[in-house]
């Protein structure tokens, strides 16, 4: 959201009353939704994940403010036809709004859950004014044992970004227990490279805690190439690996890769894919995961994922 309209908001909002929650929050026992009847996701050996910056669902409208109601459940409609065909057992959404006067006032996240067949989701309130009330989003098909919710420090006048985890449940197909993997749908200020490295090292700071296997996928605002980058940052402050990423053709905002699916080095790649659909102005990506094989030692078997 980089026009005059959206500086608009931010001045609007700037005047709002803002709810203040803690900056951090854990929930533990998720339980499924059980109005939702669930889409049938594929098994074997390959976890199957998505990310979209979904705009507030205005999809290629050049702000939210100018849509009505039913154009907003048109094209979370579209967005749930893409899921409803890709089946990702994970997906991460930002710019993802509960009840918000600018883009409907009805929950995108909850209705999305519901159109494309996802029993289990998380949402993380991380901007919260009388105008508007969004954040990051987690859309699951498997079973969710815990979650965090985590909001970056405030970063006038730039409305607040943060991410949400989520503990999920896989089993790949040759294996009788699942395991747990921690998925992140994160989203990054996309004003201030010393805002992202700021909010990079609060995730960091959280994730030292956890061992458990784990995929960042988001809107990181930053591209690989450029000296503002924070992907290359992020990698080299952990052993989190990204697909081919100084390769071209995986842009996800205009001409510009600024999204991204982020894997723990006991994990890799099985396909990566920016997907042409319009419906947010940023691509959806498709990412097929999978475990690398078994390694003799213990010493290298899974471990935390940061120096």
């Known amino acids: 959201m980089r ?19 803690p900056r951090t929050l854990y ?25 979209l910056n979904i705009a507030h669902g205005r999809k290629d409208s050049p702000n939210q403010l100018m849509n009505g109601e039913q154009t907003f459940r048109n094209n979370l409609d579209d967005v749930a036809a893409v899921l409803r065909d890709k089946k990702p057992h994970v997906v991460a959404l930002q710019e993802a709004d509960a009840v918000s006067t ?12 519901g159109k494309a067949g996802y029993p289990w989701r998380v949402h993380a309130i991380n901007a919260d004014s009388w105008l508007y009330s969004y954040g990051t989003a987690l859309l699951t098909g498997l079973p969710i044992s815990e979650s965090i919710k985590h909001t970056f420090e405030p970063s006038p006048p730039t409305l607040n970004k943060g991410f949400v985890l989520a503990s999920i449940e896989w089993k790949p197909g040759h294996e009788i227990e699942s395991r747990t993997i921690d998925f992140i749908s994160v989203h990054l200020d996309f004003s201030r490279k010393a805002v992202r490295e700021q909010q990079i090292d609060e995730m960091i700071e959280l994730l030292l805690s956890r061992n458990n296997p784990t995929i960042i996928l988001g809107d990181f605002n930053s591209e690989w190439f450029t000296e503002a980058s924070v992907i290359k940052e992020l990698m080299q402050k952990s052993r989190f690996t990204a697909y081919k990423p100084d390769a071209p053709g995986y842009n996800t905002y205009k001409d510009m890769r600024l999204d991204w699916i982020l894997i723990s080095n006991n994990l890799e790649f099985v396909s990566y894919n920016a997907l042409p ?5 940023h691509a959806m990506i ?3 995961i999978r475990f690398k094989p078994a390694v003799d030692s213990e010493s290298e078997e899974v471990a935390n994922d940061f120096e």
């Open 102 to 113: 600018w883009s409907g006032k009805f929950d995108h996240v909850a209705y999305l859950a």
């Open 286 to 288: 498709v990412a097929e």
């Open 3 to 21: 026009s005059f309209v959206y500086l608009f908001v931010l001045t609007l909002s700037a005047c709002a009353t803002t709810e203040h929650r």
């Open 27 to 51: 929930l533990q026992n998720i339980e499924t939704d059980p109005t939702i009847t669930s889409q049938l996701f594929p098994s074997g050996e390959v976890l199957r994940v998505a990310t």
């Open 277 to 281: 659909d319009v419906l947010s102005d």
